[in-house]
């Protein structure tokens, strides 16, 4: 996907600030935190959203929530808690349409809505 922003930025053609990388799975601080921490755990590989999953993706998508309890611990929020977030379609807030968790702690959040 040459015009996807997240995909330039998983071959480095756009800086990011990365806090973990692997072969499959690039976590990087948003641009714009809505929290003292605010990390985008990105896979690699191009999905649109969850909508265009496929069974073959369920075990990267396992990963995410590992790379998410790992990052969480390493950023102080494991204990006091934090949010896990994917947006999936213009309805929900979903801006960048390469699937991606949001990490978010270190306030109090509020309730869903
Ligand atoms: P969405 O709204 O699609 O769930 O989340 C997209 C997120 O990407 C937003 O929180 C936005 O601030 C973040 N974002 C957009 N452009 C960039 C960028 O160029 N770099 C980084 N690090 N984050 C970005
Ligand atoms: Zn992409």
Same mark, same amino acid.
């Given at each position: 996907?040459? *015009? ?21 799975? @690039?976590a990087f /601080? *948003? ?7 605010? @990390?985008?755990?990105?896979p690699n ?10 069974? *073959? ?5 396992? /990963?995410?929530? =590992?790379?998410a309890k ?5 950023? =102080?929020?494991? %204990? =006091? =808690?934090? /949010? ?6 213009? %309805? ?14 270190? /306030? ?6």
């Amino acid at each position: 996907m040459s *015009d996807c922003l997240f995909c330039k930025i998983v071959k480095g053609d756009i800086p990011s600030t990365n806090v973990y990388k692997d072969e499959q799975v @690039i976590a990087f /601080r *948003d641009i714009n935190p809505a929290a003292p921490t605010h @990390i985008l755990i990105v896979p690699n590989k191009h999905i649109d959203s969850v909508n265009m999953l496929i069974p *073959d993706d369920e075990p990267l998508i396992g /990963r995410l929530f =590992g790379i998410a309890k790992m990052l969480a611990a390493q950023e =102080g929020i494991a %204990e =006091g =808690g934090y /949010r896990l977030i994917v947006n999936t379609g213009a %309805e929900a807030g979903q801006t960048v349409f390469h699937l991606h968790m949001h990490l978010l702690g270190g /306030r109090q959040m509020k309730a869903l809505g």
